[in-house]
């Protein structure tokens, strides 16, 4: 197994790869509508991206909201490569982001079945079930000590 590398990309560089996997655990195995799948968010947006060796095997990204909000989201790990600890391993180094950049509050919108997984890192469930993309989600938020 080769050592896990996390690299943060504007989406100029980053978009190939990353809607490559979001394609494969969005849309096809979610059935995520193919025209959901990419918003305004991802050109402003950080991309963090998950390498084992030069595969990559996972993505997610950080969405400023404004100066002191953040919103992490298109969390995606490839199946094949889950359970090994790249999600949560892309979460912290986007929370350490969101930190190094004096974001004091984050919030995902979190399918309810990953709820336990972000809970893990400190993000708190709030507020009712709701659907997105015919997938049941609950909002989740972090507050970042400065």
């Known amino acids: 197994m080769n050592p896990l590398e996390i690299l943060i990309k504007p989406w100029q560089e980053a978009s190939e790869e990353a809607y490559l996997i979001r394609q494969k655990v969005f849309i096809q195995e979610q059935g995520v509508p193919e025209d959901m799948e990419l918003d305004e968010h991802d050109t ?51 929370i350490a982001l969101a930190k190094a950049e004096g974001v004091l509050t984050l919030i995902l919108h979190s399918q309810v079945s990953a709820i336990p997984f972000y809970a893990k890192l400190g993000f708190i469930a709030e507020g009712p079930v709701y659907d997105e993309a015919g997938i049941p989600h609950r909002n989740m938020m972090l507050l970042l000590p400065q």
């Open 44 to 94: 402003t947006s950080k991309h963090a991206l998950a390498y084992e060796g030069v595969l990559c095997v996972g993505t997610a990204r950080l969405v400023a909201l404004n100066s002191h909000h953040a919103q992490i989201g298109r969390m995606a790990v490839l199946s094949a490569f889950r359970n090994r600890g790249i999600g949560k391993a892309i979460l912290s180094h986007l």
